[in-house]
């Protein structure tokens, strides 16, 4: 018989605490008439699973709305996402009080175009990750299923962000880029947090 304690157990708070890195507290995703409730909630998971809470939509359709039975379906354990999240007729108002924002599109020929690597790093850096003080409030913006973010909406952003494709596909679908750029911002927000912490002098 072993004399080695077991180690203890985590406690149930603890197992609940979130990790809310700064720029997941600093970042809104904002969707842009949005057609499919299935597509929101989807989202809205996407999200809360990577620390993101902060949801705006803009004009979406009739069915794309949070209550919808399939929006609250696809939202499994991320319904406070949904049931919080600003409801707005304009992106221009969408973006105010947003110091950077940056608009989604999988089209070729445009200006201001960063990869979603180099967005996700201009993202944290923004948001003043680790110990250095509060930052800019940021957002990220998706267009609808159809027609993705028109030429007027992506001239309200300050840049461009472009998910790379190996297959010559006009699109993914706009769930799944949320979740993509979720993941891309909590990764990298996640290694700048510990680099952070590894360059901190030791405590007394």
């Known amino acids: 018989m072993s004399d080695t304690p077991n180690p203890p157990k985590p406690s149930k708070q603890a197992s609940k605490e979130r990790l809310v890195l700064p720029v997941a507290a600093a970042t809104r995703f904002i969707l842009v008439g ?4 299935e597509n929101l909630g ?3 998971r996407a999200m809360k699973v990577m620390g ?14 949070p209550e919808h ?7 499994v354990k991320s319904y406070e996402v949904l049931s919080q999240a600003a409801r707005v007729d304009t992106l221009a108002e969408a ?7 940056l608009g989604t599109s999988g089209r070729t020929g445009l200006r201001r ?19 250095r003080g509060e930052g800019e409030q940021l957002a990220v913006v998706f267009g609808n299923e159809k027609t993705g973010l028109s030429d007027a909406d992506l001239a ?12 010559a596909q006009p699109s993914i679908n ?12 909590f990764v990298t927000g996640l290694a700048e947090r510990e680099g952070d912490h590894r360059s901190a002098p030791p405590s007394c």
């Open 156 to 167: 309200l952003c300050d840049a461009c962000l472009r998910i790379p494709m190996a297959a």
């Open 95 to 101: 973006l105010v009080g947003v110091d950077f924002s």
């Open 34 to 37: 949005t057609h499919y409730p």
């Open 113 to 131: 175009v960063l990869p979603l690597t180099t967005a996700a790093q201009e993202l944290v850096r923004r948001a003043g990750a680790g110990s």
């Open 42 to 44: 989807a989202a809205a």
């Open 174 to 185: 706009l769930a799944q880029a949320c979740q993509l750029v979720a993941y891309q911002l």
């Open 69 to 75: 039975p399939m929006a609250v379906k696809m939202a």
């Open 52 to 65: 993101l809470t902060r949801l705006t939509l803009v004009g979406p359709s009739r069915l794309a709305r």
